[in-house]
């Protein structure tokens, strides 16, 4: 699923980036944050332009796991492109930038205190920091008529992190990303098959077991995101 993120695509082709699969790998692995290559990737990550659906749902999965009050401002960013690219039905494709991310402030790199010297509040590693502000994001503008549900998995787990990190997505984002899995399943042609998802509506092979994982995930990320208990999704 993820073989899109080191591609070139568009016309002229822009490649996407996969540092932050990388970095991803890294904050599981338990590699220290004070590491040399850590840093330069988490450096490059948030200074660069939000571009792809793939990379921006990493980096708001990644800067909600180191520290989602700290990295807030990064995170509602990531939030915005999402729900700005996110397609008409619902669907996100590998994305595209998005003008509205540049009304969001970026604060100092640094915070110093009076001495001169940079403060930093230290969080164990696994211990996530407590969210005391919640920042709304609505839809400003639409990304193109349809997308893949691959793009759209990830879309849903970065959406996830961004609501962790107290960024409050309008309910009617949500229901319509919701609505776009429950009616693109898809029955199979063998009588042994089981009901799930491919990568687009165009294949005509049978449903696939990773897809249709990403589906069902999806489906309990949004019940998740709107309040509700995935154990009582028929569709799940």
């Not at 205190?113 to 403060?119: E, F, L, M, V």
């Not at 696994?126 to 994001?137: A, D, F, Q, S």
């Amino acid at each position: 699923q993820l073989g899109g993120l080191n591609g070139q695509i568009g016309d002229p082709p822009r490649p996407i980036r996969y540092d932050e699969l990388v970095l991803w790998t890294f904050v599981h692995a338990g590699v220290p944050d004070s590491d040399a290559e850590f840093q330069r990737l988490l450096k490059g990550m948030i200074e660069a332009k939000l571009e792809r659906t793939y990379p921006v749902s990493l980096q708001a999965m990644i800067l909600e796991e180191l520290d989602r009050v700290k990295y807030q401002w990064r995170i509602h960013q990531c939030a915005q492109f999402l729900v700005d690219n996110m397609a008409r039905n619902g669907q996100w494709s590998y994305g595209d930038p998005v003008s509205s991310v540049d009304d969001i402030p970026t604060p100092r790199k640094d915070v110093e205190s009076g001495d001169g010297t940079k403060q930093r509040v230290f969080v164990p590693r696994g211990k996530k920091t407590k969210v005391v502000r919640l920042i709304p994001v609505k839809k400003k503008s639409h990304g193109p008529d349809g997308g893949d549900n691959s793009n759209s998995q990830y879309a849903a787990l970065g959406l996830r992190a961004c609501f962790d990190a107290g960024i409050v997505i309008e309910p009617r984002v949500l229901k319509t990303a919701r609505s776009w899995w429950r009616q693109s399943q898809k029955a199979p042609k063998r009588r042994d098959g089981g009901q799930g998802w491919c990568y687009s509506m165009d294949n005509e092979h049978d449903p696939y077991g990773s897809m249709t994982a990403g589906g069902v995930g999806s489906l309990v990320i949004y019940d998740y995101m709107l309040g509700e208990k995935w154990q009582n999704d028929r569709d799940v």
